[in-house]
């Protein structure tokens, strides 16, 4: 039996990570990995049950955040609104954040999960996103139309459905740029004033 150490374990994590981020999970090859080890694949396989294992460790803390997200989410809805008046923008501004953030604190992850999965057993994870999302959000905005703030005013499923591919393609767009916390700062601000005040209240002005 072959005896496990955290410390390799650590190595081949990281020597996974640069190669697929590098070349994706489809193209990425365990014996290129091992070979970059000074090892075999059975090197590997002593502490991964595949190459799917791998990545789906390697992109644990994002689903993870993102699960612990949607399973929290529903149940303070109510309450939001109704003790804190929040408003659509504030609703939005709020995930628009979280997603920004996870970007800050996982960068590499994010990318991994949302431009390097194809083949994967993650490369559907955008969509259950926005789908989820989407069932939340429509949840969400039928709560706040019953407020007394945003009376009369209904959004429509197709509308929210955009608008949470919105929210999600922006922060693909973003990792596709590798683009700085201080420019994202920008961009968040940017978004949500023209989202919700037109283009004269943009920062840009």
Request: cysteine-free; hydrophobic content about 45%.
């Amino acid at each position: 039996m072959k005896v496990k150490s955290d410390e390799t374990r650590t190595l081949i994590l990281k020597v996974a990570m640069r190669a697929f981020l590098e070349k994706g999970f489809g193209a990425a090859s365990l014996r290129d990995m091992a070979h970059t080890l000074n090892g075999t694949t059975g090197l590997i396989y002593t502490y991964f049950k595949n190459k799917n294992d791998l990545f789906e460790t390697l992109v644990h803390p994002v689903v993870n955040a993102f699960e612990n997200r949607l399973a929290t989410e529903d149940l303070p809805i109510k309450d939001a609104v109704e003790k804190k008046g929040m408003s659509p923008k504030a609703w939005f501004t709020k995930n628009l954040h979280f997603m920004i953030s996870l970007i800050e604190k996982y960068p590499d992850e994010m990318k991994l999960l949302f431009l390097k999965a194809d083949n994967s057993s993650l490369q559907d994870y955008k969509n259950l996103l926005i789908e989820q999302g989407t069932i939340r959000s429509l949840a969400a905005f039928r709560t706040l139309e019953r407020s007394e703030d945003f009376k009369g005013q209904e959004l429509s499923e197709f509308f929210v459905i955009n608008l949470v591919n919105f929210v999600i393609n922006i922060v693909v767009e973003i990792l596709k740029q590798d683009k700085k916390p201080q420019e994202i700062a920008v961009f968040e601000n940017e978004i949500t004033s023209f989202l919700f005040s037109g283009w004269k209240a943009s920062p840009m002005r």
